[in-house]
């Protein structure tokens, strides 16, 4: 059981398995093609195979460690078919996403306090939407905080996620302070015994200094609100951008302390793989995938269900 099971739909695993559509057709179908099509493990299989892999955007260190691995495999048992080979690659990719083992020591606190974070336009406030709404269908009482002020827009567009969600959003005027927002988001949520606090924050990347005192500053202003708080600190990635979004969860875990991923966009690209890459690098779990603008296109991630997605035959 992972931290957020209780939100799983009936239709997690479908709604799952087809944003993974085109990462599969892309470059997964060419795995399953290459292991039917052999009858023995050769050099040139496992070249193909690492070609397929970094063309997945696996990524570099993350194909090498897998490659690494199945050659011992190969080397302890000289008898492995190539479908051998296929189910110890599953086996392999399905380990490398087990980030969250240690997931069940963990308990939503009341409020239970989530900070998503990333650069512009990869979807955070997008995802706050899609969160608050599914926190709600669960029964839960949610609250959001517009604290990206940097821009106009960006209150406007929490509260439009609002409108629709039915969850209140505590903002002030664009240009405050971001920590004054989450302040009065959090003081607002605990005078109401909210169960979930959502908080948005502007996505400036240019300048690392500034953004790791701004999301410190909220962190402090939180604990100092609230004990604790904030529990989650969720980097929100756009799948569709590859190895950027691994460089991208390279510059946050050096600003600030992560607790988990929300890989957006995954609908739409091929770059389905990079998911894989950046749970072995970085060994933080993928809370949620983005597979739609929808309300209700976002998916608890299930490392079975993706895994399982990605092997399956392309129908
Ligand atoms: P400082 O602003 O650099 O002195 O840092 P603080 O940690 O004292 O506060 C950071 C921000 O959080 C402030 O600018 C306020 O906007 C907000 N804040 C802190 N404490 C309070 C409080 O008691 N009430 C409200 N409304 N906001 C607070
Ligand atoms: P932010 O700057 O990080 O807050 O990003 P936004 O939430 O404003 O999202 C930027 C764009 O990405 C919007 O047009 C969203 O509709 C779109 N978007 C967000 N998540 C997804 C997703 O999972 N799939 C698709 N196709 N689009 C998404
Ligand atoms: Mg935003």
């Known amino acids: ?34 292991f039917s099509g052999r009858t023995r493990i050769d050099d040139d299989l496992l070249e193909e195979l690492e070609e397929i892999l970094l063309s997945a955007d696996v990524g570099v260190n993350t194909t090498v460690k897998i490659m690494s691995r199945l050659h011992q495999e190969i080397e302890r048992r000289r008898d492995l078919k190539p ?36 650069v512009n336009g990869v979807g955070k406030t997008t995802s706050i ?25 960006a209150v406007e567009q929490l509260l439009l996620w609002g409108e629709r969600t039915g969850v209140r959003v505590v903002h002030q005027q664009s240009g405050s302070d971001p920590a004054s927002v989450a302040f009065d988001t959090l003081k607002s949520a605990m005078a109401s015994s909210a169960d979930i606090v959502l908080i948005d ?64 966009k995954l609908d739409g690209t091929a770059k389905g793989g990079v998911a894989i890459g950046i749970c072995a690098e970085f060994k933080l779990p993928i809370r ?5 603008e929808g ?9 079975e269900a993706f895994v399982d997605g990605l092997f399956e035959q392309v129908s």
């Open 201 to 264: 924050t502007a996505g400036r990347l240019h300048n690392k200094g500034h953004l790791m005192a701004e999301l410190s500053k909220v962190r402090t202003v939180l604990n100092k609100c609230l004990e604790g708080a904030p529990h989650e600190v969720w980097l929100v990635l756009d799948a569709s951008t590859g190895q950027n979004a691994v460089e991208q969860a390279k510059q946050f875990t050096a600003a600030t302390q992560v607790t988990g991923l929300i890989l957006t």
């Open 129 to 153: 939407g899609k969160l608050a709404w599914r926190f709600k269908q669960a029964g839960k009482q949610v609250v959001m905080g517009a604290a990206d002020t940097f821009r106009a827009a």
């Open 1 to 34: 059981m992972g931290f957020f099971d209780f939100l799983k739909g009936r239709k997690e695993k479908e709604a799952l398995v087809k944003g993974l559509e085109r990462t599969k057709e892309g470059f997964f179908s060419k795995i399953l093609r290459l």
């Open 288 to 292: 949620f995938v983005g597979v739609g």
């Open 295 to 303: 309300m209700e296109q976002l998916q608890v991630f299930d490392k």
């Open 83 to 118: 479908e051998d080979l296929q189910g110890l690659l599953k086996e392999h990719i399905l380990e490398l996403l087990g980030a969250d083992l240690k997931d069940e020591e963990n308990k939503l606190t009341k409020p239970h306090v989530i900070l998503v974070v990333g």
